[in-house]
């Protein structure tokens, strides 16, 4: 069986859902679909979900648009106004009765249970046009068989259950077609949980895993993995080849073209992993498989911005000892920061990390309980890998420097 993944730019209007059925249907026999939400949808149910948790009145009033987004979609597809949907009716309904009572004190739990609906209602309006159109398949609530523990809004995956759960909910008998959602995960007392923004290709990479699939195409607007943002560097070009490495080298870094969780499944079955056009579904698009010849790659550029640097250094003059680094690493961890650029020095270590959402103000008092804290936030942190001399100094023009480290094939800018 194959696996394929539509995320939400994929889906994003009636033309696209079309589209996609096209794709599909150039694929019959056993396959999973793996679905985000529509478009932006995850957005606004963030905005939404933010409404309920603080109680401000408008968490209703925010979902509108929401549905009339939706609407458009299905009279599109359905080439009649006013078609109404009973799955996905009652599945706003479900949201509509969640909002309109109290939040818990767990915004992260309420998060999950509010933003999941972006992918169980996608899945229902796309399983059904596709049922409606004769490309038969069977939706499945991925919930009832990704299981995952309570850490709310980055679900960790119970390998072993799942994996029990996944081959009796997809049982391939007769080259059966599974549509299911992505991102989103179930604990064992069916409470909602979602896996990371993005988190769609992850779900995609788990249930290969799980089903020894045979390869998962992600389909996307790009023709592949380019070397750059198009929005950053306008002359990009596309890569036809990675190793499984390069490609966790490169998410890692904040290559935004797969979730970074993803690589890692497949690896381990050596399943190989295809980034495709949905615009141009007959170009090769990008391979990630087992390689062991050594790539002969251009510098290829990832952007991470709204970067905090943190530079710390202890206020006893003590150097920076085994010890404290860990308590700094363990105080990183509790504030679910992801480091992703580290200097030592004899008296100091810097450290740049994603902003959090909510300040960096909270974990700074906790540091200056133990260290003089400088910090500074709004800088990006530019990965290039199998760099030139030349492809760093063009990154750095007119620009402040505030960390620059060289490996043998990789550089790292922090900068202002
Ligand atoms: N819908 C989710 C998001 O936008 C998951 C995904 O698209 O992969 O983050
Ligand atoms: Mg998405």
């Given amino acids: 069986m194959k696996v394929f993944k539509f995320g939400g730019a994929s889906v994003s209007s009636v033309g696209a859902v079309r589209n996609a059925a096209q794709i599909l249907a150039r694929f019959p026999g056993a396959k999973v679909l793996v679905v985000s939400a529509m478009g932006k949808t995850t957005n606004a149910l963030e905005e939404v979900a933010r409404h309920f948790y603080k109680q401000t009145g408008e968490a209703l009033h925010a979902i509108q648009p929401i549905i009339s987004y ?30 309109s009572g109290e939040p818990s ?4 739990y309420e998060y999950d249970q509010i933003v999941s609906y972006g992918e169980l209602i996608s899945t229902q309006i796309v399983s059904l046009y596709f049922n409606h159109i004769g490309l038969k398949n069977m939706w499945i609530d991925v919930r009832h068989c990704l299981k995952s523990d309570d850490s709310y809004r980055e679900g960790n995956i119970n390998w072993e259950l799942s994996e029990k759960l996944a081959r009796q909910t997809f049982r391939f008998t007769n080259g059966e077609f599974y549509l299911t959602q992505g991102f989103i995960a179930g604990t064992n007392t069916n409470q909602t949980t979602t896996l990371g923004r993005e988190g769609s290709d992850y779900t995609a990479a788990i249930l290969a895993n799980l089903l020894d ?44 073209v797969i979730h970074p969780k993803t690589i890692k499944p497949l690896q381990n079955k050596n399943i190989p992993l295809l980034v495709k056009s949905f615009v141009e579904p007959d170009l090769p698009g990008t391979v990630i498989h087992a390689i062991d010849k050594p790539l002969n790659l251009v510098p290829i550029f990832i952007v991470k911005n709204k970067q905090a640097l943190i530079t710390l250094t202890p206020t006893d003059f003590s150097f920076i000892s085994i010890n404290s680094v860990s308590d700094v690493f363990t105080l990183f961890a509790r504030h679910r920061l992801k480091v992703g650029l580290i200097q030592q020095s004899a008296i100091d270590l810097s450290l740049a990390f994603d902003e959090p ?4 103000e909270n974990l700074i008092a906790e540091l200056k309980s133990k260290f003089e804290v400088k910090y500074n936030t709004g800088l990006d942190l530019i990965t290039i890998r199998y760099y030139t001399d030349q492809a760093v100094a063009e990154i750095k023009t007119g620009r402040q420097v505030l960390i620059e480290q060289k490996s043998r094939r990789t550089a790292r800018l922090l900068l202002r």
């Fill in 70 to 99: 939706h609407a458009a979609i299905i009279d599109g597809l359905w080439e009649q106004e006013g078609t109404r949907l009973p799955e996905v009716e009652k599945l706003f309904q479900q949201l509509e009765t969640r909002i």
């Fill in 105 to 108: 004190m767990n915004f992260d």
């Fill in 213 to 256: 699939a045979e390869n998962v195409s992600i389909w996307k607007n790009v023709p592949g993995i380019l070397n750059a943002d198009p929005d950053v560097l306008p002359a990009t070009q596309k890569i036809d080849e990675l190793s499984y490495k390069e490609a966790i080298e490169l998410s890692y870094s904040g290559a935004k």
């Fill in 357 to 360: 959402e909510n300040g960096v």
